[in-house]
């Protein structure tokens, strides 16, 4: 209903150009209804939705392959060598040729940083940036854009990915109502979100928390210019569901957590 909903939307407001995202797989995704994209990408695959996609990655990877689509461009980044095996085979199968698209090396942004948080999007800026440029060269609009020659991504790409929000996703929330009542400049409380819920996504979900308490903790100021303190209350809230395992994504947190930065 979702897809359908999204559709009816797309078309009564004649979007010159949409990004869809598959809900699950790709195979028996409600988005596969659209047979003709212009590009197709693939993202990294983990061990996800495994109640409906399979136990192996094996069978993941055959399932999100279902998005290939014959004649249409397609990029995935570096994945695990079983699943890279499945996306190629089906794509051979297809007769195109499925790219792999390094992550982003970020002197091409002139300095500005990522938008989104993590070392991984620049895995996803890479794979973004491969997407929008097959797009505009397949429709004829590569003109539009400033493209430079010494090694940096025009403007346009520049300023989309930096600033790229995404909310949910290594996103810090202070509780502003704490922090206004506490004498201590060091002590507010702050929430930390990610939408991690898979092994592989808590793993980065806990070296960001790491990696951003850390860097809090160091740079100590004023409340209005920073988010916590050492004697702050950190929360860390990320998303597990009746089908999630806490007992498969609790150790990669703690795991993770102990090895970088604050044990939980």
Sequence with gaps: FLALLAFKIFSDEQVDVAVLEVGLGGKYDATNVVKAPVVCGISSLGYDHMEILGNSL????????GILKKGVPAYTVPQPEVAMSVLKQRASELGVSIRIVPPLDPRQLEDQPLGLH?????MNAGL??????????????????????????PDQFIKGLSIACLQGRAQIVPDLQVSSECKDTSCPLVFYLDGAHSPESM????????????????????????RSGINSKK?????????????????????TCAQKGPLL
């Design 128 to 153: 973004a940036v491969a997407l929008a440029n097959t797009w505009l060269e397949r429709q004829g609009h590569l003109d539009r854009i400033h493209v430079k020659d010494h090694g940096t991504l």
């Design 203 to 226: 793993e980065i979900c806990a070296k960001w928390f790491s990696h951003v308490t850390k860097k809090d903790a160091a740079q100590p100021g004023p409340l209005e210019q920073r």
């Design 58 to 65: 094996v069978e993941i990877a055959g399932e999100k392959a």
């Design 118 to 122: 993590g070392e991984h999007q620049y």
């Design 235 to 255: 929360i860390l809230l990320f998303n597990c569901m009746s089908v999630r395992d806490p007992q498969i994504l609790l150790p990669r947190l703690l795991d």
